[in-house]
């Protein structure tokens, strides 16, 4: 990768009244996207999956997650793991589509066998024909790699590095202020509460727009009808961005029915919404009766993929008298996120333009957008 001038660095990092945003070539070099997947991404905590997809002791979902192979699993006393997805023999992926596990991990190639845990546990006609131990093969020492992971509110977050802060010190200030929350479980329906969406754009141009409400009046016209411009604030601490709204109103049924509340939360809650950024590449929402979590996967420079899962308070919401309920909360959402596309779309064509100077921040309205491109910009001078 070409060095990167730090004066331009400099800029963005400056007070947002004086800023300039992330230089065209954080948009469109696949070299600077190459060397995301370390700075960025390895060194911090992406979310990866959800829980919700290995759910049972033994099951397994194969993951690739920029270019590495990593595979989920739920270990027979319940704890979801997550390992780099290869056998440590020949480095063949063990696991190439969702599976509930009969017993073991076995490479499909020579058949070594691993446990739920990661240890080795077999490794069949390893001292030739009929003999199944060797002496210069240590089994214990040969166990799958295993990446530092967490879940929370149902999230799968991992460190490949496993150079950064514990999750609970990198997260601290969301952890804090979502904590009424992550008290106590969520619950997923299944496929009418999941959607995903393929985006011709860099990842952080979907997080940029998340992160202001700016745009609400001429993008989102419905949504401004009911919770307007003015019904907005923003926010930014150190590891998200995001703005809310002091205008939430639940959504009914058609008989009047109504989805359970998370219980207990404080006041702020009643008719309060949340939507921060948690970097680098989650966008949550947070409603007194649902919540849901937006998994962005960067593909290549100028390729995402929108992964949304949408989660409810009390386990009877995911069952058949809510499905109507459901299918239109997931409707809803999916018409807003879909609202989105041509905008980030439309900035990734922008970013070609050589002209094109990172762009202005309005100190009042993208405080949020420009806390998001200082950290990205720190990640590249520290």
């Known amino acids: 990768m070409k060095p990167i001038d730090r004066s331009m660095l400099a800029q963005v990092m400056a007070p947002v009244a004086t800023a300039r945003g992330l230089p065209n070539a954080f948009y469109t070099d696949p070299e ?3 060397a995301e997947k370390s700075m960025v991404f390895a060194a911090g905590w992406p979310l990866i999956g959800f829980g919700k997809d290995v759910a049972e002791p033994g099951q397994a979902k194969p993951i690739d997650f920029l270019g590495v192979p990593l595979v989920m699993v739920r270990d027979r006393d319940g704890t979801l793991r997550v390992f780099q997805n290869v056998c ?88 804090a202020r979502y904590a009424e929350f992550a008290r106590q479980p969520v619950f997923h329906s299944g496929a009418d509460s999941s959607f995903k969406l393929d985006v011709k754009t860099n990842w952080k141009l979907a997080v940029e727009n998340y992160c202001e409400s700016y745009h609400l009046p001429w993008i989102h016209p419905g949504l401004n009808a009911y919770s307007r411009l003015e019904d907005h604030y923003h926010m930014f601490e150190g590891s998200f961005a995001g703005q809310g709204s002091s205008a939430y109103t639940a959504g009914f049924g058609a008989n009047g029915e109504r989805f359970a509340n998370f219980p207990k939360l404080s006041e702020k809650w009643t008719k309060g919404a949340e939507y921060p950024s948690f970097f680098p590449n989650a966008l949550l929402g947070f409603q007194n009766d649902h919540f849901f979590a937006l998994m962005i996967e960067p593909v290549s420079v100028g390729h995402s993929i929108e992964h949304t899962e949408i989660y409810y308070a009390d386990k009877a919401m995911t069952q058949a008298p809510y499905a109507a309920m459901r299918e239109k909360t997931t409707r809803t959402w999916k018409e807003i996120f879909v609202e989105d596309i041509f905008v980030v779309e439309g900035m990734q064509k922008g970013r070609t333009a050589p002209g094109f100077d990172g762009g202005k921040f309005s100190p009042a309205m993208d405080g949020p957008t420009h806390a998001f491109h200082h950290w990205v910009a720190e990640r590249f001078v520290t």
């Open 32 to 34: 600077v996207f190459e």
């Open 88 to 175: 440590r023999h020949r480095g063949m992926v063990i696991v190439s589509e969702p599976t509930r596990l009969k017993g073991v991990l076995r490479c499909p190639y020579h058949s070594w066998c691993y446990e739920l845990d990661g240890r080795l546990r077999s490794t069949p006609h390893v001292g030739g024909p009929g003999q199944n131990v060797h002496e210069a093969i240590h089994r214990d020492e040969l166990g799958l790699i295993e990446v530092r992971s967490t879940v929370w509110m149902d999230m799968v977050f991992v460190n490949l590095s496993g150079t950064a802060p514990a999750f609970e010190v990198y997260a601290a200030d969301m952890l």
